[in-house]
């Protein structure tokens, strides 16, 4: 009977589920309210996570809760902590959800809302949750191996470096693009400017609050911390009022990128515990207090998405970014359908704390279903808006048109009608100068999610209040990804140095910490200044060249994983990795050449330069923007190298790969998993984490 | 009544703990529990010797995604 009850209401939540996806699909004309979109992740999440999901734990994976894990193996109270599965699924939702899964679909709603939120749906399910869970549960199994190390002793050791190789590349890119969202967000805001550089003085008090007054009382400086910030949010408006300090906090974008490169610098090379550390806490605070805010608000607000399903912009003439929906939809929402990213995580800090293997379901699936749900939330605040405001906010001037006219004549003329008026009533009530030409994603989700919010509380009167909330609240955490990122960045430059040149190599080393910090800051900070002078808005140059790396680390992720899956000897289930891989493969192979070699000068690097380069032989280019445009031409081409280089690194890993997997098929080689030995766990059944109930110790069970 | 209050106070008495141990409040308890698990190990560090230490391990390796 039990059996029955639960079949017909995993079959109603299916055909809701359904439905709502159908509703989304077919729809046209009126708008759509938003509600169709949370029923449709939420049943599709529902409905994944329990049949598919436990299709791979138990068929897959054969997951043992009788297995000891590294947590309990090796639980030494630090990097090891045997943790209750709730906080841990805590743990890793924070570290996993940084501010790619709220720009990559606010930029990806340029074709409309639905093959972003259908990506956003199909993708997680399939490609992302099962990356994050496998990568999980093959640490788990090899004592919380990273997955550089995965890869080399079960690829080979080439892949391995490849791997590492690829991680420090990949992370350049990222943490310039993450900058140069920061960048637009600030520019000419001398309120937003204000509140983000006041949390480096609320920080660095946290920091010495931390250390000295209250060692490690990290609750109560936080509760503080976000007092404090909530006060320099509201305290912003006054700057942003008086003529003195809103000149001083007006800056231009290349003002900002100096200032964020000596903030990246400060950050990696100051004791962790002074600026870093304090930034994290709060940020993790007012992020998921922004997430679950942002979630009650779309539920009571049930605002009507006025985007329509798909645009004039799926033939890849967008303003936002160039490129056809295949395969840029993909590249652009990254994060929130597959990260290469959350490979890193999980299979760092998470496999240490697990405390059964079972567990790893949970949280490495069920974490990343819920980052999709942060993406599809984001692009419904993307979507609320008027299309006219969106194009507005997100094109730069080279294709809108330089003046508010021009632009609300442009973008009209696409067939999304915009007055000049509207733009400018927007950003006064905003409390902005201007909303033009805003790229990057953030200003359209802040002013997306202020108006749910204004709409649950305050009204039109705190429309300002919540839009620089939202600015602060995406600044601040995209901070925190960048200055953690620089930090790991040095550690990496010194560890690769440090093979040519011992000295380097020492983390206390401060010659070595302040030079390995400066080349590190000066990798991104110079892709970075590009972004910024790039007259297509950098982004159209940055985010997708993000998306490859992001999207080429996940596929070598999932290499690494169907590699192991067949040394399992799961051939029969080869295709839950290998189905995903391919697919990478195939879309970031695509995007990569068509960066680099595509004809169109929006969308191809080198056609592109050659079109700048022609400009100039023929006498067009005015000798005062000579030089500018030299460098114009040198970026161009550096991006297409990078590009070239990701794409290549891939195909030798694929290489290595399919060469092991033939000869582990052929049986011309044996297959050797190195997985840590079988250890019973000691653990009684009911044991649910240290700090929970039972102490470790007291658990045990019996012998 | 007596049982859903009760039951209410137990779970709200575990999620502040849940609560806690999220946001690294009771780090350095778990770390005190679990040395007093390995007697003669190696010395106990104070709360700040512990704090700094911890930092210092956790932001050496990717800990935040984008």
């Keep these: ?703 | 009544m007596r049982k859903a209050a009760k039951r209410t106070k137990r779970f709200l008495r575990r999620f502040w703990r849940g609560f806690r141990e999220w946001c690294g409040d009771a780090a350095y308890e778990s770390y005190l529990r679990s040395n007093a698990r390995h007697v003669g190990s190696c010395r106990t560090l104070s709360p700040a010797e512990f704090y700094v230490e911890q930092l210092n391990r956790r932001y050496s390796r990717p800990n935040r995604c984008c």
Excluded at chain 1, 174 to 181: D, F, K, P, S, W
Excluded at chain 1, 323 to 348: D, E, M, N
Excluded at chain 1, 414 to 435: C, F, R, S
Excluded at chain 1, 584 to 601: C, E, H, N, R
């Design chain 1, 1 to 703: 009977m039990k059996r029955i009850f639960s079949i017909v209401v995993w079959l109603a939540v299916a055909l809701l589920g359904a439905g709502a996806l159908g509703a989304i699909a077919i729809h046209r004309g009126e708008p759509l309210n938003a509600m169709w979109f949370v029923i449709a992740a939420l049943c599709c999440y529902l409905v994944a996570f329990r049949l598919y999901s436990a299709f791979v734990a138990a068929k897959v994976l054969a997951l043992d809760d009788t297995r000891a894990t590294p947590a309990e193996r090796h639980d030494d109270g630090r990097d090891f902590v045997p943790t209750n599965k709730w906080v841990l699924f805590g743990h890793h939702f924070a570290a996993i959800a940084g501010p790619g899964p709220l720009v990559g679909p606010t930029l990806a709603a340029q074709f409309g809302y639905l093959p972003g939120t259908l990506w956003l749906i199909v993708g997680a399910a399939f490609g992302g949750c099962v990356q994050d869970f496998v990568i999980l549960f093959c640490s788990i199994r090899r004592d919380g191996k990273s997955l550089g190390q995965m890869a080399r002793e079960e690829v080979s050791e080439r892949g391995g470096f490849i791997a590492q190789l690829a991680v420090l590349a990949i992370m350049v890119i990222l943490l310039a693009v993450i900058a140069l969202v920061v960048v637009n967000a600030l520019k000419s805001s001398p309120w937003a400017t204000f509140t983000l550089a006041m949390t480096i003085p609320i920080a660095l008090l946290l920091g010495v609050y931390l250390r000295f007054v209250r060692p490690g009382r990290v609750l109560e400086a936080s509760i503080m911390g976000v007092a404090l910030v909530i006060f320099v949010v509201i305290a912003g408006q006054w700057v942003a009022d008086s003529p003195y300090w809103s000149n001083v906090f007006t800056l231009s974008g290349l003002s900002l990128t100096a200032a964020i490169i000596i903030y990246g610098f400060s950050a990696s090379a100051l004791p962790v515990w002074l600026l870093l550390a304090p930034r994290d806490y709060l940020s993790a605070f007012i992020k998921a207090g922004a997430i679950f805010s942002l979630a009650v608000g779309i539920l009571l607000v049930r605002p009507h998405v006025l985007m329509p399903p798909l645009t004039r912009f799926i033939d890849g003439t967008g303003p936002v970014f160039a490129g056809k929906i295949f395969p840029f939809c993909f590249i652009t929402i990254a994060c929130g359908a597959v990260s290469g990213f959350h490979s890193l995580i999980s299979s760092g800090t998470t496999p240490k704390m697990i405390l059964r293997e079972g567990h790893a379901r949970f949280i490495g699936y069920g974490a990343m279903l819920l980052e999709s749900f942060v993406g599809v939330m984001a692009m419904v605040a993307a979507c609320a808006m008027t299309p006219g405001v969106y194009f507005a906010i997100n094109s730069p001037p080279s294709i809108v048109g330089a003046t508010a006219d021009a632009g609300a004549a442009t973008i009209s003329s696409w067939g999304y009608p915009l007055q000049p008026e509207t733009m400018t009533n927007l950003a006064h009530a905003v409390g902005e100068i201007t909303l033009w030409n805003r790229a990057g994603g953030a200003p359209s989700l802040a002013v997306g999610m202020a108006q749910i919010f204004s709409n649950t509380i305050g009204g039109p009167r705190l429309l300002s209040i919540w839009y620089h909330f939202a600015i602060m609240f995406e600044a601040l955490f995209i901070l925190t990804v960048l200055d953690a990122g620089t930090r790991v960045g040095r550690f990496m430059v010194q560890e690769l140095v440090g093979r040519v040149w011992a000295p380097f190599g020492r983390r206390g080393w401060m010659p070595g910490i302040l030079l390995s910090s400066a080349m590190i800051v000066a990798m991104w900070g110079y892709f970075l200044y590009q972004g910024v002078i790039d007259p297509l808005g950098g982004i159209n140059s940055l985010w997708p060249l993000f998306g490859i790396g992001n999207q080429l680390l996940a596929a070598v992720a999932l290499v690494v994983a169907t590699t192991i899956l067949l040394k399992m000897k799961k051939l029969r289930w080869i295709w839950v990795t290998l189905v995903p891989t391919v697919w990478l493969v195939i879309v970031t192979m695509t995007a990569s050449y068509q960066k680099i070699f595509d004809p169109s000068s929006r969308l191809g690097f080198l056609a592109n330069a050659k079109d700048l380069a022609r400009q100039i032989t023929e006498g067009k280019i005015a000798a005062a923007n000579m030089a500018g445009t030299q460098r114009l031409i040198f970026n161009l081409r550096l991006d297409a190298a990078v590009t070239a280089i990701f794409a290549l690194m891939v195909l030798v890993l694929v290489v290595e790969a399919i060469f092991q997997w033939y000869s582990i098929l052929s049986r011309r080689r044996e297959s050797v998993l190195h997985e840590s030995p079988y250890i019973a766990t000691r653990w009684a059944p009911n044991f649910s984490g240290a700090g929970h109930g039972t102490a470790v110790g007291d658990a045990i069970g019996d012998d």
